[in-house]
Nanobody, 131 residues
Framework: QVHLVESGGGSVQAGGSLRLSCVVSGDTSKVNWLGWFRRAPGKEREGVAAIAQIGSSRYYGHFVQGRFAISQDSAENTVFLQMDSLSPDDTAMYYC????????????????????????WGQGTQVTVSS
């Protein structure tokens, strides 16, 4: 099993930035991807970004539009999400998760059917963006 703990959320004004962190512990030997997801009140969870552990492929949700960047520090078993140019539409609880799937397309990783490919969901960190 893996255990993921998110941090770095907070309240910012529109146009501001936040950097989320997710520390991964436990049996990471089968982890091939790490990803960030979010759920806004009254909405379904959606994929934000994913990064492969081998090759470092990166995928982003369509709404990111160059504003976010996923990265990782393998030595520290930590994955980051740098979020810039935040808008009130980005207000949500942000979660990180792991996947053992060897290869995923962007749709498979972050699309509406993503849930069955991810596990180890953390408790989430709240991001609130005011206008």
């Amino acid at each position: 099993q893996v255990h993921l703990v998110e941090s770095g959320g907070g309240s910012v004004q529109a146009g501001g930035s936040l950097r989320l962190s997710c520390v991964v512990s436990g049996d990471t030997s089968k982890v091939n991807w790490l990803g960030w997801f979010r759920r806004a009140p009254g909405k379904e969870r959606e994929g934000v970004a994913a990064i492969a552990q081998i090759g470092s492929s990166r995928y982003y949700g369509h709404f990111v539009q160059g504003r976010f960047a996923i990265s990782q520090d393998s030595a520290e078993n930590t994955v980051f999400l740098q979020m810039d140019s935040l808008s009130p539409d980005d207000t949500a609880m942000y979660y990180c998760a792991a996947s053992s799937t060897r290869y995923m397309t962007p749709i498979e990783a972050l699309g509406r059917e993503h849930a069955r490919r991810w596990y180890g969901w953390g408790q989430g960190t709240q991001v609130t963006v005011s206008s």
